[in-house]
Each structure stands twice: as C-alpha cells, then as structure tokens.
C-alpha cells in the first residue's frame, strides 16, 4: 500500500481481556516498530523489528505484551490480560533501513474499560 | 541508553514570524540519526526535517532548519515565517536502530 496502515483505528475492550492490533507496513520496509503514546506524551518505544525477528523488545513493559512479524510484512501487536492503564494510541512505523527515516501509521486507540 | 529531552512543553508564536523549539539529547552511539516530526491533532506522524550525525552542514527544508551542536548534542529546529497549519506537537528524536522520541512541544500559532 501507499502507506502503513493499522488496523483497527479504535477499539474497545474489557478489562482482563485479549487484543491483537495489525500492523501492515509499507511494501519492502524491513524495519518495523511499535510505539505506544498516552496522551500529551511523546510516543514511548516497544518493539522493533528487522525483518522477521525481533531486533529490539526491550520497551516491552511487561510479559503480557507479545508481538510477531512471522513473514517479514505484517506484524501483531498481542496484549493480554488487558488492564486499564493500557489505554493508549498504539504506533507502528516501517523504514527501509535502520538507517532512515521511519514512516507512521496513525495508530489504534485502545481504551480498555 | 538514548534519551531525549525537550525542555518547553508548549510555545507560542505569532503568524509570520520565527520560532525555535529546543531540543537536547544523548546517546553512546557515534552514528545516529536526528529527527524533527509533527503530529497534528490527526494524530498521523510526519517527519518534517532529518540531520545525519555525520553531516556538519545544517539541515534545511523550506522554511524548517536546524541547528545541530554535535558536541553540545543539541538539535533545535527552527521554523521561519510561521502559519497556521504549523500547530501541532512537535518531538524530536534520535535513531541508531530504534526511534526514541521526547515529550514534544505543543506549539500555538497566534493569527
């Protein structure tokens, strides 16, 4: 596509449930990361991925948080056990390279209620 | 561990005249990569200006510059002949592989 796009843009969700937010970057963008932004806050680092592994988990804030990228396109974004500060606008972005510039979908609202 | 620090949370200025928004950094990485993007109420990231940490020469785009201090790890940008569709948060960043962003600044045009 033209642009990354992130699916869904909102999304509701109960406390305790599950979530998966997709992630579709620009085609032959082998870099691809996930940021989450709380309001009035800069987008705070998750994930990143070089291909299909995952070069960088370290902004992972706890073991209910899980991300895959199996093909080296498209990548999910997994929480578990949703909890209510886990409200948020969740980023991804793709480059080319490590060494350029990234490109933004405009995110998925999640509000866990 | 990268970090970024921008120190005005909001600025104002008036239409047509000149702001800078102020940014300082950190990171043990000798190659890195500097970045100005904006996020209107959209919400939708867009990159409005690049440094090489490598590259002396200033980075201009149109009415957007910087002034980068290596030494300093400095990185303001400076947008000349402000207009209304300039109003969104601003955050600067820093990429060796991952992006790691600032808090950003709100910055209001006055008509």
């Known amino acids: 596509g033209a642009g990354v796009s992130q699916t869904p843009s909102n999304k509701v969700t109960e406390k305790g449930k599950y979530v998966e937010l997709r992630c579709d970057p620009i085609?032959?963008?082998?870099?691809l990361y996930w940021y989450r932004q709380s309001l009035g806050q800069g987008p705070e680092f998750l994930i990143y991925f070089q291909g299909t592994g995952a070069a960088d988990d370290s902004g992972l804030p706890n073991d209910r948080f899980f991300a895959v990228r199996p093909e080296g396109s498209v990548s999910t974004l997994k929480i578990q056990r949703t909890e209510r500060g886990d409200s948020a606008v969740y980023l991804c972005?793709?480059?080319?390279?490590?060494?350029?510039?990234?490109?933004f979908g405009q995110g998925t609202r999640l509000t866990v209620v | 561990a990268q970090t970024v620090t921008q120190s005005q949370p909001e600025m104002s200025v008036q239409e047509a005249e000149t702001v800078t928004l102020s940014c300082t950094y950190d990171t043990s990485e000798s190659d890195y990569y500097l970045f100005w993007y904006k996020q209107p109420p959209s919400r939708q990231m867009i990159l409005v200006i690049r440094q090489e940490a490598y590259k002396q020469q200033n980075a201009t785009e149109n009415r957007f510059s910087v002034n980068f201090q290596k030494a300093a790890k400095s990185f303001s940008l400076k947008i000349s002949d402000s207009q209304l569709g300039d109003a969104a948060m601003y955050f600067c960043a820093v990429k060796d592989d991952k992006i790691i962003f600032g808090k950003g600044t709100r910055l209001h045009i006055l008509p």
């Open positions: 085609s032959g963008h082998t870099a």
């Open positions: 972005a793709s480059s080319l390279g490590p060494s350029l510039e990234a490109f």
